[in-house]
C-alpha cells in the first residue's frame, strides 16, 4: 500500500510502498479515506517524540471498517469510523490500573500505550489498523473530509473547553485563531456563549465574526477594557500571545493550555494583579475521553460547527506538509487516500 513516510529527522515527506497491515485479535482494519495534518505531525519530523524514523504519521484518520480482527464485537465491516492519538493502553500500570477515559494523558503516562503515527504506523496510508476500542463513530451526513479534523483539533478544543466547566452566563475568549481556534470559536457559540476571538491579525477580524465571534479584540489589554472573560483557550501556538491574554482574565477565571509548543516553557504572569488573589486557574487540556470526541463530532454533524479545509490527493503530501508548515493553510490540511 502507499503510504507517507518520514525517512530522518527533518527529512522531506515520502510517499513510500509499504506493507498494508491485517487486522489482529481486538482491531479492525480501516480504509483510510481522509486524515488531517496536525502540526503535531511536523513537529514530529522535527524529533520531538523522539527518535522514530523511518515513521509512518498521522492521527486524525477516518475511513471504513473493511476488515474485523477476532474478539471484536463492537465494530462491523462498512462502519465509518476515526481513531486518534491514543488507541489503547496496556491496563498494567500504575496509571492504567486508575481506570480512567481513555484520553491524552495515557501517552505520558502510559510506558506502553499505542499511539496512532508515534509507537505504531499512522493514519497517512491507504490502510490502517487500529484498536477496535480506539476508534469512534462518525455521524452520518459528516464528511471524512470534515470528520478528519475533529479528531484531533476539534476533539482538543471541545475538550478543553469541557475541562473549563463553563457557567452559562460565562464568557468565553478564544486566543489565536488558526487550526485550532477557528474550531474553538464556533464550538463555543455552539454552546450557547458569548464568545470573544483574540486576534493581532487584523484580517482574521471579519473571519473571526462570521465564525460566531460577538467581539473581536487584538490584545489582553482590549480584552480587559471590554469586560474581560471568564475563561480563556489558548489556541495560539504562542505562549507569548498566551500570556498577554491573562490581562483580560477575570477573577476565578480559567485559562486552558489547548495550543502546544513543545520546545517552549509557558509561565504565569503576575500583572497586572497576582495570580494567586485572582484565583484563577490554568488547566492542561488534550483529549480528555472519548465521549468528548463524539460530542465533538454530534455539534459538527449537526452544522454547528464546520472545519475550514484544504484538501489534497495523496500524491501531494509533500506540498501539503510544506503549506502546513510554512502557516499557508486556512486552517486544516486534509489529505485524502
Not at 108 to 116: E, F, H, I, Q
Not at 188 to 199: C, D, L, N, P, S
Amino acid at each position: 500500500m502507499k503510504a507517507a513516510v518520514i525517512p530522518e529527522l527533518n527529512g522531506t515527506w515520502e510517499l513510500r510502498d509499504i506493507p498494508t497491515p491485517k487486522a489482529e485479535p481486538g482491531q479492525v482494519l480501516i480504509k483510510v479515506h481522509a486524515t488531517g495534518i496536525c502540526f503535531t505531525d511536523i513537529w514530529t519530523t522535527r524529533g520531538a517524540a523522539g527518535d522514530l524514523f523511518p515513521n509512518t504519521p498521522g492521527h486524525e484518520v477516518v475511513g471504513e471498517v473493511v476488515e474485523v480482527g477476532e474478539g471484536v464485537i463492537s465494530r462491523k465491516v462498512g462502519d465509518r469510523v476515526g481513531t486518534t492519538w491514543v488507541q489503547s493502553t496496556c491496563g498494567r500500570c500504575d496509571y492504567c490500573r486508575e481506570n480512567l477515559p481513555l484520553s491524552g494523558q495515557a501517552a505520558v503516562n502510559c510506558p506502553n500505550a499505542r499511539l496512532t503515527g508515534f509507537t505504531t504506523q499512522g493514519g497517512h496510508a491507504e490502510y490502517l489498523a487500529a484498536t477496535a476500542t480506539g476508534t469512534v463513530l462518525i455521524p452520518d451526513g459528516l464528511s471524512y473530509e470534515e470528520a478528519a479534523p475533529i479528531f484531533c483539533a476539534g476533539y482538543t478544543v471541545w475538550s478543553g473547553l469541557r475541562a473549563a466547566e463553563p457557567q452559562p452566563h460565562e464568557k468565553i475568549a478564544v486566543v489565536g485563531i488558526g487550526g485550532l481556534g477557528h474550531l474553538a470559536v464556533q464550538y463555543a457559540k455552539a454552546a450557547g456563549h458569548e464568545t470573544i476571538a483574540v486576534t493581532h491579525s487584523p484580517d482574521k477580524h471579519d473571519l473571526a465574526r462570521e465564525l460566531g465571534a460577538d467581539l473581536v479584540v487584538a490584545n489582553g489589554a482590549e480584552l480587559q477594557a471590554a469586560g474581560g472573560a471568564d475563561v480563556l483557550l489558548l489556541c495560539s501556538n504562542s505562549y507569548d500571545a498566551g500570556r498577554d491574554a491573562f490581562k483580560g482574565l477575570r477573577h476565578d477565571g480559567r485559562a486552558v493550555l489547548v495550543g502546544l509548543d513543545p520546545f517552549a516553557d509557558f509561565t504565569i504572569p503576575t500583572e497586572p494583579q497576582p495570580f494567586f488573589a485572582q484565583r484563577q486557574k490554568v488547566i492542561g487540556a488534550t483529549h480528555n475521553g472519548l465521549n468528548y470526541l463524539t460530542e465533538a463530532l454530534d455539534i459538527a454533524a449537526s452544522g454547528a460547527v464546520k472545519p475550514m479545509i484544504e484538501v489534497f490527493p495523496k500524491e501531494r503530501i509533500t506540498e501539503a506538509v510544506d503549506k502546513v508548515t510554512a502557516g499557508d493553510v486556512r486552517f486544516r490540511a486534509v489529505v485524502t487516500y
